[in-house]
């Protein structure tokens, strides 16, 4: 079975069209790599068979036919806003709508690397270390995704809209995702994962962030893929001295999915927020895993995640903040805060702080609990019935996360899906 | 209105009322003050339908119905509303929209048409004006961080908006400087009508000043051991529960 299935990533490696030096690597890396199993710490509490079990098609740049009207519909921005749409993981232009102020370059990832464009040597540099199976397929296959160069303060939100839907079912999205956000510039990127049919893929995504010197990055994230699908998201973020990166990952979708944020410091002074809000229910495991290094001094950074769990919905919690010696004068909080709906839920929870300065100011806090019996009973001896109480209490939970997104549109698209999601289960308990 | 009879009630197998009586007819003001876990908040939480307490005997009837039939938010449809002791902090509850919520809960039980936004907004800055009450805490989550005399405006605030026919104020003057107190003095007062009882539970003679009550009662290990006029609540300003107490066991 694991011998098939690395067989079966490294042909379709072999056969992929060559664009990267880049994809060089993810290859020799997929020859030694094992497969992830519940023995390596990285995976310890993640079910593996939701995509271990498949052998998923890479997908080609003519699967799923979408029209213009059809991308209207799922956007969060207004129309007249850049929106660079991601079909299976391909950029597609004729779907997007393309800036046309100074400031922000979105190149096709593969024409990028063809014409060499500036800092794209930069690609594979980030997630390049300490590859896992589905890292390395994402580096062998190399080619699908875009460019994004930001070098002036950007005043609109740019959309990254994310769409998997093909005609065959079993298709892996592969998007590489590059950012580079220049010197002092600044930008909001909203992205979706967005739902548009009930399709089981895979999204293999990886995303490198470079904060160059005093830049700031906006990074509001929801997730909303079917709940078939299976969805695995790697970013990896570097700060430069001075710059803010502030992230809000709302994973609501898919049957199985994983988020990794892989961050790293090169200069003081630089600060980031890391957000994240999951909901699990029946057949669906939610992760989420941080790696937050302070390798400089003077940085701070804040972790909270928060999730809800209900029927047999299963998350994993796991968040690592590692200070090095040199790094005084660190500023880090980290928390996870769950609220659980059933007994048959899980969430396997694991903030790890590792400590090598002696000067810092570090923390963190976990909480597991049912929804509380006073709020409920304040609510019902107000008149609201307890179903509604109880989806009351659970979106406000929600809601105190899902306000760091900071955009109103995205942010009421999330707590009403979390809201159609809940409602039914409210009336059961 | 309300009556109560020879009620029993416990929590986790501890009786905390022990044969409690009370009548309350339509249109009265009745005070209950007692010592220290007498068991007044459990009266009130029992009215209320807190589910946590086990009643073990006695009646209670509301309206002519058995109250102890009907689950909280029935309670709430069916006019009653209790202040309480402690309001809960609903974290990322947004303060107004649980108060249309609340509101058009119970207009939507009574078969009455919801507020919209725009009239229930209309509605709730009247009230809030009466009160002297600070709009910023509209926008805020309900109750998460206020001050404790801005709960308990917050308790009258709701109060004033529902406008129950019994309303049980659970030491809603604890906590409040004089001009809260004032307020909300007002704004009990100005819900009193003939159709409309209160039950005041509170441990100061001061308030009582401003609520004339009809009745005052002296609520004692979990049993009401002597009633009066308001001018009980005088007497036991100046001599304390004690004499009541060795009276009762006497
Ligand atoms: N969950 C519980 N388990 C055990 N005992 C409880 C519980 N809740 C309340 N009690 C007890 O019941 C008694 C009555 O409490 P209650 O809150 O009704 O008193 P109270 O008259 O309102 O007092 P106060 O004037 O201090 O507000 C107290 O002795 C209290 O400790
Ligand atoms: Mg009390």
Redesign the pocket.
């Known amino acids: 079975m694991s011998a098939a299935l690395l067989d079966h990533y490294q042909t379709l490696a072999a056969t992929a069209p060559k664009a990267h030096v880049y994809q060089a690597v993810g290859q020799q890396r997929l020859s030694l790599v094992e497969l992830p199993n519940r023995k390596q710490e990285a995976w310890r509490y993640t079910p593996l068979a939701p995509v271990l079990d498949y052998q998923f098609a890479a997908a080609s740049r003519e699967d799923g036919l979408l029209v213009p009207e059809d991308v209207a519909a799922l956007r969060v921005t207004p129309t007249d806003h850049v929106c660079i749409v991601l079909l299976n993981g391909f950029f597609m232009p004729e779907l997007s709508t393309l800036p046309v102020q100074a400031g922000l370059e979105v190149l096709d990832l593969a024409q990028a690397i063809q014409t060499s464009a500036a800092g794209i040597e930069r690609l594979g540099s980030l997630s390049g270390e300490c590859l896992h199976l589905f890292g390395a397929v994402n580096a062998a296959l190399t080619g699908a995704g875009v460019y994004l160069r930001v070098t002036e303060k950007l005043t609109q939100p740019v959309e990254l809209l994310h769409i998997n839907y093909s005609f065959d079912s079993e298709v892996l999205s592969n998007p590489r995702v590059l950012v580079q956000v220049e010197a002092n510039a600044n930008l909001t990127l909203l992205e979706q994962h967005a739902q548009f049919a009930d399709v089981l893929g895979m999204h293999n995504g990886v995303t490198e962030i470079f904060l160059s010197e005093g830049a700031e990055l906006i990074h509001p994230r929801l997730q909303n893929d079917s709940l078939r699908t299976r969805h695995l998201s790697s970013l990896h973020v570097q700060q430069a001295a001075s710059s803010v990166y502030k992230g809000t990952t709302l994973a609501l979708g898919s049957a199985w999915s994983r988020t990794e944020f892989h961050l790293d410091f090169s200069g003081g002074h630089a600060h980031c927020e890391l957000n994240g809000f999951y909901l699990a229910g029946d057949q669906q495991m939610q992760s989420m895993h941080l790696d937050v290094l302070h390798s400089v001094p003077d940085c701070s950074s804040r972790e909270a995640f928060k999730g809800i769990l209900y029927g047999q919905g299963k998350a994993v919690f796991d968040g690592n903040i590692l200070v090095k010696k040199d790094a005084q004068k660190t500023d880090a909080r980290l928390s996870n805060d769950n609220l659980l709906l059933s007994r048959d839920s899980e969430i396997d929870t694991k903030p790890r702080l590792e400590i090598y300065a002696d000067d810092v100011q570090c923390s963190h806090g976990t909480t597991v609990g049912q929804i509380d019996p006073e709020m409920l009973f304040y609510l019902r001896a107000r008149g609201i019935p307890k179903a509604a109480a109880t989806s009351m209490i659970c979106q406000g939970f929600a809601a105190e996360l899902i306000a760091h997104c900071d955009y109103p549109a995205l942010e009421t698209k999330a707590l009403s899906i979390l809201q159609e999601r809940l409602a039914p289960v409210a009336a059961n308990l | 209105m309300l009556s109560i009879k020879d009620l029993h009630a416990s929590?986790?197998g501890?009786e905390?009322l022990k044969g409690l009586s009370l009548e309350m007819g339509a249109g009265e003001v009745h005070a209950i003050m007692?010592?220290?876990?007498?068991?007044?908040?459990?009266?009130?939480?029992v009215l209320a339908g807190r589910e946590?307490y086990e009643v073990t005997s006695g009646t209670v009837t509301y309206k002519g119905e058995n109250l102890l039939d009907m689950s909280p938010e029935e309670r709430a449809h069916q006019g009653i509303f209790m202040a309480f002791?402690y309001p809960v902090e609903l974290p990322g509850v947004n303060n107004t929209y649980f108060m249309q919520a609340s509101l058009n809960a119970i207009r939507k039980a009574r078969g009455e048409p919801e507020l919209n936004s725009l009239n229930f907004m209309k509605l709730v800055r009247t009230k809030l004006k009466a009160l002297e009450m600070n709009e910023a805490l509209l926008k805020r989550s309900v109750n998460t961080g206020f001050s404790g005399g801005e709960m308990k405006r917050n308790e009258i605030l709701q109060m004033t908006l529902l406008e129950p026919s019994l309303a049980i104020l659970?030491?809603t003057d604890s906590g409040l400087d004089i001009d809260a107190l004032k307020m909300v003095s007002m704004g009990v007062n100005s819900l009193r009508s003939p159709e409309r009882s209160m039950l005041v539970?509170t441990?100061y003679q001061r308030l009582l000043d401003y609520i004339q009550p009809d009745y005052v009662h002296v609520?004692s290990g979990?049993r009401i051991i002597r009633s009066g006029d308001k001018s009980l609540a005088l007497e036991l300003e100046e001599k304390g529960y004690g004499w009541l107490q060795q009276e009762a066991a006497a």
Request: proline share 4%.
């Open positions: 929590i986790n501890k905390i007692g010592p220290n876990g007498s068991g007044k908040s459990t009266l009130s939480k946590e002791q659970d030491e539970i441990h609520l979990g």
